[in-house]
Every structure is written in structure tokens, then in C-alpha cells.
T-cell receptor
């Protein structure tokens, strides 16, 4: 059974810092890994999708890496801004064709 | 031009009632999903439909019944509501199962 873990559960950093969010999964047989953002009281917004054959994906100040063999992914946020404050969720799709989520990292960027 | 919409946004009801949540997507996607986010913010899939056909049915009580009248709509009907059903329910869609999923804004269900 696939399990996804995100560390840390919460993170607070000053504006302008670079930061890394971590995600690990127990079953390396995945199709892809996705990073989402959830704002309070809102739905999820897809940030990046990494196919199992890829090592990383970039979108603006965001860079996500994937090491499938070790069951790890990181989301790197450069030059953080207060608007980046949100909960970040990692999720994987495997053979069961369903998205399995981690519990998220609640990120606060302090002005 | 909302991509995935849900109604209602909030739903407060008494135990034992029957309620429905509607979901519509205008992205032309073939696959739609229902997720439940509990009080600890943990998101878990409940159902998945592809072209109106049920493909994922997680271990949820049979009081929950999804209905897909066409591939743009996936509604969730809940019978005999219980306190433990209180949660935020999210609808999502994707072109195919392993593709990027687009989520609706969620429906916060409170059972009193």
C-alpha cells in the first residue's frame, strides 16, 4: 500500500529565502508525482507534474525533483514571497491509478 | 469560465438526512474524481469515473453513491448522513487517469 510522507509538517521562513519541501513515498512503482498548492478554504492548484521517467520539472521560481528509486521528491522554492504562503501537497499515482496524497507542509512566509 | 465547479460551497444538515453535491467540469476531460478531506486535512480518494464508468471505488460506506449523467458531471449523493461525514469534499477532473488533476473549490459539509 502506497504511503506518502511530507516533512516538515509546517515551515516558517522570512521573505526572500530559498526553501525546500520534502516528500517521500514507499512504493517506487509510480506513473508520476504531482505537487499541489492549497490556500485556506480553497481547492487545490496543480503546480508541477513529474513523469516517472523525468528527474525534475521547473515552473518559474519552483523546481521539483524526483528520485524514484529512493522514493523521494523535493520542491524547491526560490526567493520566497508572502504570496507563497499556503499548504503544499505532494501526491503520487501508481498502478492502482489513484492519486495518493501526503498530509502536506504548511508554509508561512513572513514579510 | 471556472474549470471545475461544485455546488453548494457549504452544506449544513442534520444527521439522518440525504444530500447531494454536484460537480461539473468544462475542460472536456474524460475522468472525474471525488475526494474527502477530513479534519486533519488528509485528502483521500473516494471514487473515480472515466467516461461515465466507475473505475475506482475506495472503501467508503455504501451510503455514498456517485452518479455520472454525462462525462462533464459527477454528482455525489449521501444517504443517512452521520456526524463522521463532516468534511470537505473535492471534485477533480483529468484528461486521463495519470494526467494532471484539476480540483474544484470544495464543498464543506457539516453534519449536526
Amino acid at each position: 500500500k502506497q504511503e506518502v510522507t511530507q516533512i516538515p509538517a509546517a515551515l516558517s521562513v522570512p521573505e526572500g529565502e530559498n526553501l525546500v519541501l520534502n516528500c517521500s513515498f514507499t512504493d517506487s512503482a509510480i506513473y508520476n508525482l504531482q505537487w499541489f498548492r492549497q490556500d485556506p478554504g480553497k481547492g487545490l492548484t496543480s503546480l508541477l507534474l513529474i513523469q516517472s521517467s523525468q528527474r525534475e520539472q521547473t515552473s518559474g521560481r519552483l523546481n521539483a525533483s524526483l528520485d524514484k528509486s529512493s522514493g523521494r521528491s523535493t520542491l524547491y522554492i526560490a526567493a520566497s514571497q508572502p504570496g507563497d504562503s499556503a499548504t503544499y501537497l505532494c501526491a503520487v499515482i501508481g498502478g492502482a491509478q489513484k492519486l495518493v496524497f501526503g498530509q502536506g507542509t504548511r508554509l508561512t512566509i513572513n514579510p | 469560465d471556472t474549470a471545475v465547479s461544485q455546488t453548494p460551497k457549504y452544506l449544513v444538515t442534520q444527521m439522518g438526512n440525504d444530500k447531494s453535491i454536484k460537480c461539473e467540469q468544462n475542460l472536456g476531460h474524460d475522468t472525474m474524481y471525488w475526494y474527502k478531506q477530513d479534519s486533519k486535512k488528509f485528502l483521500k480518494i473516494m471514487f473515480s469515473y472515466n467516461n461515465k464508468e466507475l473505475i475506482i471505488n475506495e472503501t467508503v460506506p455504501n451510503r455514498f453513491s456517485p452518479k455520472s449523467p454525462d462525462k462533464a458531471h459527477l454528482n455525489l449523493h449521501i444517504n443517512s448522513l452521520e456526524l463522521g461525514d463532516s468534511a470537505v469534499y473535492f471534485c477533480a477532473s483529468s484528461q486521463d487517469t495519470p494526467d494532471t488533476q484539476y480540483f474544484g473549490p470544495g464543498t464543506r459539509l457539516t453534519v449536526l
